[in-house]
Every structure is written in C-alpha cells, then in structure tokens.
C-alpha cells in the first residue's frame, strides 16, 4: 500500500508520469566497524493507497552514516530525511543495531511514504524501542509521515513546526470514504492511531480529519491542532544546541 500526498502544483506533472518508473536506492551504513555501501534498482509499480508530499527542496543532513531515509546525526539522535518505503522498516533495524543509543528520531523535512503497510510497521517499531519524535524550528512533517512523528514515545514540535494531511489513495483511484468506515482498511488507521496512544475518540477524529480533504488536496495543521488529538511535549526540545563562545 502506498500513499503520496502531491501539492496541487504538481499534481499536473505527476499526472503524467508513467506508472512504472525505475527507482535507485544507495545505502550506506556502518556495521561492526566495517562501512558498507549498497545500491540497489528497482522497478516500482503505482499500487495500493499512497501519501506523499514535496513541500521543500530536500536538504542535505551531514551525519555518521545513512540507512535509507535515516540519517544518523550522532550516537543518540536520528534524522527521518526522505520518504518511507518497503525497505524502511529493515533500513531502521539496521540503524538501531549499529547505534543501539539512538533515542530521538528528528524530522524537519518529511515528505511521507510510498508504502503505506510498511510505513505503519515502521511507527510500531519506532514505538516499541521508546523512540521520541521531534520537530525542529521551521519543521514539515508531511502525509505519510505524520503517522511516523505520532509513533513517538513522547512527542515535541517547535511552534512553527506543520503538519500537512490529506487522504489517501489506492491504485483503482478509491480513497477512504469509498469503504464503510468499519472495513478493515480504514479500521487499520484508527486502530494504528490508538496503539500510538490516541484515545478511541480522538483516533477516529484525526483520521476524519485527515480524510476531510481529498488525495489531491493538503490541510495544514499547526502544532496547536495536532496536539488536540495527540498528547504533544509542552517544552519543544531545542531544535540546536547553543554555540559556546
């Protein structure tokens, strides 16, 4: 299952992009000492619901080593850096077995993922090792990967931080409100967002709320709205730590 959330301003362009494109994969992680190095190419075929959002220009994270979309910024911080897919949740186990201390997962720039299914088992595996999310000063936390900053074992945004939802879509153009609100694949949702820690109420609320706006269409959310539905960290940690001088 994938989701891609696309701005309006794009969606033209993406619209006529085949629906087999050739996708190639480096990864680079350091695993007992030894630095390895892997590339892979892949032909990947539009399946399933999809949620992904390109807001920014992606910006470089200098860091120890990469693992997919994961940057390691130091012993115990990471940096979620593109988007999820179906190599996500291995790419985050090899992290955590190189640098087991990682306890704050940081995301400024997230786009969402192309693989829904495997987007979730990432949030649980997030929040099975007790990871906290955070989002830095001027953040943008897009679609799919809301999911992943609501994995959080505690969550923290800076005030400016946005949150872009929408719904999502399958590969025969239905979107949720297309299925009964108890069918599995909108149950999935709602019962996700209730293992992360949202009550009944409030999980059935947000995933509303994020199907309130069709699959080419974005909301915006603030951190004040979020935190509505989700309990947020009332002091944000520091995006940067002070220079000594």
């Not at 994938?2 to 050739?22: E, G």
């Not at 291995?90 to 087991?100: I, N, V």
Request: aromatic share 8%; hydrophobic share 45%; with cysteine.
């Amino acid at each position: 299952m994938f989701r891609r959330l696309i701005l309006p301003a794009l969606a033209a362009l993406l619209a006529c992009q085949p629906a087999a494109a050739r996708e190639v994969y480096t990864r680079t992680w350091v695993e007992n000492g030894v630095k390895w190095t892997e590339t892979t190419v892949v032909e990947v075929e539009e399946a399933g619901s999809e949620r992904l959002v390109g807001l920014h220009q992606p910006q470089a994270r200098r860091g120890l080593a990469s693992f997919g979309p994961f940057t390691v910024l130091d012993d115990t911080r990471a940096a979620l850096v593109a988007e999820t897919d179906s190599y996500s949740p291995a790419d985050f186990q090899k992290m955590l077995r190189a640098y087991p201390g990682i306890a704050v997962l940081e995301m400024a720039d997230c786009p969402g993922t192309v693989d829904d299914y495997a987007n979730l088992r990432l949030g649980r595996m997030i929040r099975a090792r007790g990871i906290a999310t955070h989002v830095p000063d001027h953040g943008s936390v897009r679609s799919g990967a809301v999911e992943l900053f609501l994995a959080g074992a505690t969550r923290s945004a800076a005030p400016d931080a946005a949150f872009v939802v929408h719904s999502w879509i399958d590969e025969n153009g239905r979107e949720p409100d297309d299925f009964a609100a108890n069918d599995p694949v909108n149950k999935a949702y709602v019962n996700y967002y209730r293992e992360m820690g949202l009550t009944g109420e409030n999980a059935a609320a947000f995933y509303a709320l994020t199907n309130s706006v069709p699959h080419e269409d974005v909301l915006m959310l603030g951190r004040a709205d979020l935190a509505k539905f989700a309990a947020l960290e009332p002091t944000p940690l520091r995006s940067n730590p002070p220079v000594a001088r």
